[in-house]
């Protein structure tokens, strides 16, 4: 009887303290810390902002030299993507790949546009690849990690 009450005082024990791995990512959504924190609280992620409320300083770039930006990434429901039209230089198409490199959507005609939503609702979690592609057949590609 001895075995059984020690046992189940240390599974209760174990699981009553939240035993916590917290990770960060650098801006192309690769991880450069992992922590484990035991006995303290998972705290609740950043919710991602209202769209109308994004500031420049929340958007992450996708080169440091480039005109383009995005948030949030890891993204959940929605990514915004921005960029500025320059010597005529247009986004023709956006398209969108899984880790495996399997088409999953595109967007196209963004004529005098300079951003758009990207709907990441429906998809499983996971890491995606973001393509710009311009007029000028140029292409800018990030990682998007899907939580």
């Given amino acids: 009887m001895s075995k059984i009450y020690?046992?189940?005082m240390l599974l209760v024990s174990v699981t009553g303290y939240s035993q916590n791995v917290t990770f960060e990512y650098d801006a192309a959504g690769n991880q450069i810390l992992r922590q484990w924190c035991a006995n303290c609280r998972m705290q609740s992620p950043n919710q991602p902002k209202d769209f109308s409320k994004v500031m420049d300083s929340d958007m992450e770039k996708f080169y440091p030299e480039d005109v383009i930006s995005y948030y949030p990434n890891p993204v959940k429901e929605q990514l915004y993507l921005k960029w500025e039209l320059i010597d005529n230089?247009?986004?023709?198409?956006?398209?969108?790949?899984?880790?495996s490199g399997k088409?999953?959507?595109?967007?196209?005609?963004?004529?005098s546009e300079n951003s758009t939503i990207l709907s990441f609702g429906n998809y499983p979690s996971g890491i995606y690849f973001v393509n710009l592609i311009y007029?000028?057949?140029d292409v800018k590609t990030i990682k998007i990690i899907k939580d």
């Fill in 135 to 137: 007029s000028d057949s």
């Fill in 89 to 99: 230089k247009k986004v023709s198409k956006i398209e969108l790949y899984d880790i």
């Fill in 6 to 8: 020690f046992f189940f």
């Fill in 103 to 111: 088409y999953v959507n595109s967007i196209e005609s963004f004529d």
